[in-house]
């Protein structure tokens, strides 16, 4: 093999391991920004900090049973990166974890990540169910701004 032939073999070689470290690098990065975000010790919490209206927890509980739904599962309230404005909210159902938050609004079990709740506190969901709304809607006090739709916001 000439010496050219050695040069380039490393060259690939070198490529391919940079490449390797790439992709494991990647790999391990969070997926999410939120997932970076460490919970705040210091954060206080006063008043409900996340609450359902009425309606809200009337629509859940109507889900829970037309789903038929496991008992041991709670409304997870969470936000994602993502949306127009920036961060959009998200509800399920959802197991509880060792770290969430377990709260109660009309009744209903809510779970929410302490990461999350520094986006979260002090937010009311409600349930209009009108002509001009239908479907679960945000009111965050957090946010600075929001998108027409109301399901994505900015702080």
Known sequence: MSAEQEENLDSVIADLVDDDE???????????PLEQMETPE???????????????????????SDEDLDDELHLRVAVEGGGCSGLSYKL??????????LLISHGIEIIVDPKHMMYLKGISI??????????FTFDNPNASETCGCGSSFAT
Request: aromatic share 8%.
């Open 22 to 32: 790439e992709e494991k690098e990647q790999a391990s990065a969070p997926s999410s």
């Open 42 to 64: 210091d954060v206080e919490f006063s008043g409900p900090p996340v609450e359902l209206t009425d309606r809200a927890a009337d629509q859940v509980r109507k889900i829970r």
């Open 92 to 101: 399920g159902f959802d197991y509880k974890s060792d770290d969430d938050e």
């Open 126 to 135: 409600d349930y209009p169910d009108g002509l001009d709304a239908r479907g």
